[in-house]
């Protein structure tokens, strides 16, 4: 139970850190390293707003650590929290730092992650211990309601444009009427 509670304590603050993403616009997905009971480094994806194809959370929260200790071998013990399964490049750079641990809420909906694969590959003769569905239902609605009010977006900017495109068609029409006048 404890453990438990630890464990969602951390995930909680990589929800925050997916909430400033929300803020900015982005998909919501945020991630901390944790090392001796601390958040030691945060980060959320930045993928729109720097165009950048590694502009995700856990590479972002892996940097800010690696930077912090100097070094890009974490030192033992660290974990990491993400609010959504990894992909193979966060679980790659999570490996290549020597992450020890790897918390995640929601799980990868498409099944395209090969997270547990390459946790358990032992290319670096190391092993990242993962363990998913962490404050899951918190960690998936918050994706959740991204997307959808994205759609909802994309469905009134399609009105809108039929919209505009109908009048613009009414106009033709009235000139075209009052040209034959
Ligand atoms: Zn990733």
Redesign the pocket.
């Known amino acids: 139970m404890k453990r438990l509670l630890r464990e969602e304590k951390f995930m909680k603050q990589a929800i925050k850190s997916a909430k400033k993403g929300l803020l900015e616009g982005e998909v919501p997905i945020g991630a901390v390293v944790v090392y001796e009971d601390k958040v030691v480094a945060r980060g959320y994806n930045r993928r729109a707003k720097l165009q950048l194809a590694s502009a995700?959370a856990?590479?972002m929260a892996i940097d800010k650590a690696c930077k912090k200790f100097h070094s890009w071998r974490l030192p033992e013990g660290c974990e990491l929290y993400i609010t959504l399964e990894?992909?193979p490049?966060?679980m790659g750079a999570s490996l290549n730092a020597r992450v020890d641990k790897i918390y995640f809420g929601a799980y990868e909906q498409k099944g395209r992650s090969l997270t547990a694969q390459l946790a358990e590959a032992n290319l670096l003769n190391h092993k990242t211990e993962v363990v998913g569905g962490v404050l899951e239902e918190e960690c998936s609605s918050l994706l959740t309601a991204f997307f959808s009010g994205m759609r909802q977006k994309q469905k009134e900017e399609k009105e809108r444009k039929k919209c505009q495109a109908e009048g613009n068609a009414e106009k033709t029409a009235e000139n075209f009427v009052q040209n034959e006048i």
């Open positions: 995700h856990e590479m990894p992909c490049m966060c």
